[in-house]
């Protein structure tokens, strides 16, 4: 095996004991920041070119990621090879989403399960952008599982595939994407101009590995299958197939349709932002509506997805 590739097992050993950790200010929350800093210095410098000055905010923010991301482990490395490679592990690890997405479901599970539904929706409404305030216990795990779903792929395939491509630097760089999106890349009044080039450059990050995850999907639901686990692999790619295309995003749906099939639930439908109504297909409508358990299945198949998508790491990077 490949030093690339012990460099993130390890990392993926440090995301699955520590999470995200506590004791430093997050890389993600720090080029927030600069996003936020970015955006109020460009719309006051180019009130009249909304698109252009998205597009600086956007570009600059991707590629002083990466800059810093590749002067650290460079210079490190020139130091010593062995301090080079412990800073792209810390950054590898850093990228890494599984353990703190795994943990942020699972507090919603286990609030559905003790029928505090005021804590569920209070722990749902962190992790999603939806409003959770009316929701009974099945929508609240529809939104965790669709959440867990699309998460697999910003959060985990996605950084795991630049890191492969070009390690951490690139790896990050998507990250300054993810977070342009998740920040600017909005449909509404307000972005609809300015986050333009944000939204359309993470939907072309996404495309290659939202595709990549149906097969890996479909091996996890295999091996959880195996292990005598209630899922259904041939279904995660027949809905995929079918449905992965319904939802409104280019690369959401996919993932959402994998995990559709492979718990037997229906995912997407109507859902509510900021009071107003929007109307998805649903994918997966030959399934039932989700429970609790469904949650903890689909934190299963997130893991296994994990572990199956660095063991394929592994062998590529031989």
């Keep these: 095996m490949s030093h690339d590739a012990w460099k993130l097992i390890i990392a993926a050993a440090l995301d699955l004991l520590l999470g995200d950790p506590n004791i430093i200010r997050h890389p993600v929350r720090i ?3 600069y996003i936020t800093f970015c955006e109020n210095r460009a719309r006051r410098l180019l009130p009249s070119y909304p698109t252009f000055a998205g597009f600086l905010t956007g570009a600059s923010t991707v590629f002083l990621t990466f800059s810093v991301v590749f002067l650290s482990v460079n210079l490190a490395e020139k130091t010593d090879p062995r301090l080079g490679a412990a800073i792209e592990i ?23 399960k003790s029928g505090n539904i005021a804590n569920a929706r209070n722990c749902l409404s962190m992790i999603v952008g939806r409003d ?4 009974d216990n ?10 867990v779903a699309e998460s697999l792929v910003d959060g985990i395939l996605s950084p795991l595939f630049f890191l492969f491509i070009g390690g951490a630097p690139l790896m990050w760089a998507y990250k300054a994407v993810n977070t342009c999106d998740s920040m600017i890349g909005h449909n509404d009044e307000k972005y609809r101009r300015f986050g333009k080039f944000s939204a359309k450059l993470d939907d072309f990050a996404n495309f290659a590995p939202a595709r990549i995850a149906i097969p890996i999907i479909f091996i996890a639901a295999i091996a959880l299958k195996i292990m005598a686990e209630p899922f259904r692999p041939l279904n995660c790619v027949i809905t995929a197939l079918k449905d992965g295309r319904k939802h409104a995003s280019p690369n959401s749906g996919l993932p959402e349709a994998c995990f559709a099939g492979a718990l037997g639930v229906k995912l997407g439908g109507t859902n509510y932002y900021s009071g107003e109504r929007y109307n998805g297909h649903v994918i997966g409508k030959e399934g039932r509506n989700s ?8 934190v299963k198949l997130m893991w296994m997805s994990f572990i199956v998508a660095i063991a394929i790491f592994a062998v590529l990077s031989k």
Excluded: M, P, Q
């Excluded at 810390?90 to 559905?112: C, N, R, T």
């Excluded at 959770?132 to 929701?135: A, G, I, Y």
């Excluded at 429970?291 to 689909?298: Q, V």
């Design 31 to 33: 080029i927030g920041s």
């Design 291 to 298: 429970n609790a358990h469904d949650i903890w299945n689909a």
């Design 138 to 147: 099945s929508e609240i795990s529809r939104a965790s599982i669709e959440t």
């Design 90 to 112: 810390i950054w590898i690890y850093l990228a890494l989403s599984a353990g703190d997405l795994s943990k942020s479901a699972l507090k919603v599970f286990f609030a559905v």
């Design 132 to 135: 959770t305030r009316s929701l």
